[in-house]
């Protein structure tokens, strides 16, 4: 295949399929109050600069997709409301980089 | 009662594994804990380690680390949409063992070595496990609990050497909630391709590294920065921009980077090449004036976790190292006085200063935030300075005092005293 097709259609589903998460059965990231979300956030920034779109809102409520989580921390800093309560998912668990 | 260690260690990255390692060295028992499955499954950067810091701790150990190329050449494009100012040096001075000034590694496979060494200098490395909290008794760190059962484990000190996002520095109240603006979020992308084209693609010698800093178009004018380095057989690209840019803009990172791949001036270099790992980072990029209390009664804070990265010159890992290096002598001397008051403790936080970590960060305290407030220079003057360069260099007929006049008469468009200003602030900054 040519790179030129490959780079064409390299969605973030596809980018998130290079990665390796070892999920565990709980969430390590909880939105504190969704209502919040719905009535005092129009933009809804996690939707977007999340690099793994962990954050997808969903009829009235976001949803968290935790399990493709890089642990990067921008959620828990770049929400305008500090709506967002971030752990380490627990030991072991979470994004496993293998190689950079 | 339960195991006491000499030193406990929160992270297994360069600075972590650094103090650790220099610590055991000199008969400390260290334990070292890290939440990976193994040292790097949590850690990302561009690529970029320096020889130097970790010379200082491991002598010639680019004979046995696994790193990819010593590099012997440093590009920097100031990109338009469809143009480039190209600025580097190439050298043969860096392809000399001796003079070897940095290379590319892929971190998962060297923070896995470097906590071997430590591990073989008597380091006690347990991995999976994270830190919840530092004990504390009556102002003064004594241990750590983790999310072990009976997980609590006591220490005459903890190094805090736990990343970016130190949550265990924000709890011990050493700083306040990070600003998006004193973040980078960094997405990448590591590109198998052959060494022989990556040699051929980047006029390399085998064996021989090239890096790439690219600014302007490869951020859409937002204060970031954008990479292309090549290592063994493969290339790591990626691109940063502060957090407040991103939320302002609602530029996804991901759509940035692909931008960024799909360049003309960068798409060449990557043509046919192979995605294997996608990765997600912050990188402190808050400065001089973002660093926390770095010293507490038996605790010390290091590396990412104390803010310590040069975002101008792309330094972070050998700033970590050093600081860990800091650290360890600290603890040292303090073994020796049987104290680990935040006040004998304090010579660690006085030699980050006065070492070239504190220097550098504070020749630079400013740039991050100049740069953030005043656009221009990405957005404006990197697409004139590209078509100033094409005006110059196209034969058209026109004289070149004509061709210089109407390049002159194009940066005072914005106004002579606004442009005189902006040079005055950028040298400013910068100087």
Same mark, same amino acid.
């Given at each position: 295949m ?19 998460? &070892?999920?565990?059965? #709980? =969430?390590?990231l909880k ?9 005092? +956030? ?17 009829g009235?409520?976001i949803?968290?997709? $935790?399990e493709?989580?890089? #642990? ?6 770049? +929400? ?11 030991g072991? @668990?979470?994004?496993?980089f293998?190689?950079? | 009662?339960?195991?006491?260690f ?9 600075a ?21 499955? @193994? ?21 010639e150990?680019?004979? #046995? ?9 440093q ?6 949409e ?6 580097g $040096?190439?050298?043969q !001075?860096? %392809?000399?063992e001796?003079?070897?000034?940095n ?14 060494? %430590? ?14 909290a530092? /004990? ?19 220490t005459?000190?903890?190094?805090? !050497?736990?990343?970016?996002? =130190? /949550? ?15 973040? %980078?979020l960094?997405?990448? #992308?590591?590109?198998?391709l052959?060494?022989e084209?990556?040699?051929? &693609? ?30 063994k ?21 991901y759509?940035?980077?692909? $931008? ?7 798409k060449?270099?990557i043509?046919? %090449?192979?995605e ?9 990029e808050g ?17 990412d ?14 700033m970590?190292?050093?600081?860990? =290096?800091?650290a360890?002598e ?9 104290k ?14 006065e =070492? ?10 400013? !740039? ?27 034969v ?18 914005r ?5 005189v200003?902006?040079? @005055?602030? !950028? ?5």
């Open positions: 040519e790179g030129d097709e490959i780079m064409a259609k390299a969605t973030i589903e596809e980018k998130q399929y290079l990665v390796r998460f &070892r999920a565990d059965k #709980e =969430s390590h939105i504190l109050d969704q209502t919040l979300c719905l009535e005092k +956030c129009p933009d809804k920034p996690c939707t977007y600069f999340c690099p793994g779109e962990v954050y997808k809102f969903e009235d409520r949803q968290v997709g $935790y493709g989580c890089h #642990e990067c921390g921008s959620c828990r800093i770049g +929400c305008p409301h500090d709506n967002i309560e971030w752990k380490y998912p627990k072991g @668990y979470g994004v496993v293998r190689l950079a | 009662m339960p195991e006491k000499d030193v406990i260690v929160v992270g297994a990255g360069p972590g594994t650094s103090c650790a390692y220099l610590c055991a060295k000199n008969g400390l028992k260290v334990l070292q804990i890290e939440r990976g499955e @193994y040292p790097g499954a949590k850690n990302v950067m561009g690529g970029v380690l320096y020889k130097q810091q970790l010379e200082e701790i491991i002598p150990f680019w004979k #046995e680390a696994p790193i990819e190329r010593p590099i012997v050449e590009r920097m494009w100031l990109l338009d469809e143009s480039a100012i190209t600025l $040096y190439k050298g !001075a860096w %392809a000399n001796e003079n070897y000034n290379f590319t590694i892929l971190r998962a496979k060297f923070d896995q070595w470097f906590a071997k060494k %430590a591990q073989e200098q008597g380091v006690t490395l347990i991995n999976e496990t994270v830190v919840d530092c /004990l504390v008794e009556e102002g003064k760190v004594i241990g750590v609990r983790t999310d072990r059962p009976d997980g609590d484990v006591y005459d000190v903890v190094v805090l !050497a736990d990343g970016v996002n =130190s /949550l265990l520095a924000k709890q011990l109240g050493f700083h306040e909630e990070i600003e998006p603006a004193q973040v %980078a960094t997405v990448m #992308e590591v590109l198998n052959p060494a084209t990556i040699n051929e &693609r980047f006029n390399l010698e085998d064996g021989q590294g090239c890096t790439i800093e690219m600014f302007g178009d490869a951020t859409k004018g937002h204060l970031g920065t954008a990479f292309l380095y090549t290592n057989e493969s290339l790591n690209i990626g691109v940063g921009t502060t957090l407040s840019s991103l939320v302002n803009s609602k530029m996804k990172p759509d940035l980077l692909e $931008y960024v791949k799909n360049h003309p001036i960068v060449p270099l043509k046919g %090449a192979e294997a790992e996608y990765l997600a980072h912050l990188i402190p400065g001089y004036h973002a660093i926390p209390k770095l010293v507490g009664d038996g605790v010390i804070v290091a590396g976790a104390a803010q310590l990265v040069n975002g101008i010159h792309r330094e972070g890992s050998n970590a190292m050093k600081s860990g =290096s800091f360890a600290a603890i040292l001397l303090a073994k020796q006085t049987g680990y008051t935040e006040e004998v403790l304090d010579i660690y936080r006085e030699k980050v200063y =070492s070239f970590i504190g220097k550098d960060l504070e020749k630079y305290k400013d !740039a991050t935030e100049t740069l953030e407030n005043h656009p221009q220079y990405l957005k404006e003057y990197i697409p004139m300075l590209n078509r100033a360069a094409r005006t110059f260099f196209t058209d007929g026109i004289s070149k005092q004509e061709k210089q006049r109407g390049i002159f008469n194009m940066f005072m468009e106004g002579k005293i606004r442009t200003q902006d040079m @005055y602030r !950028a040298w400013k900054v910068m100087k």
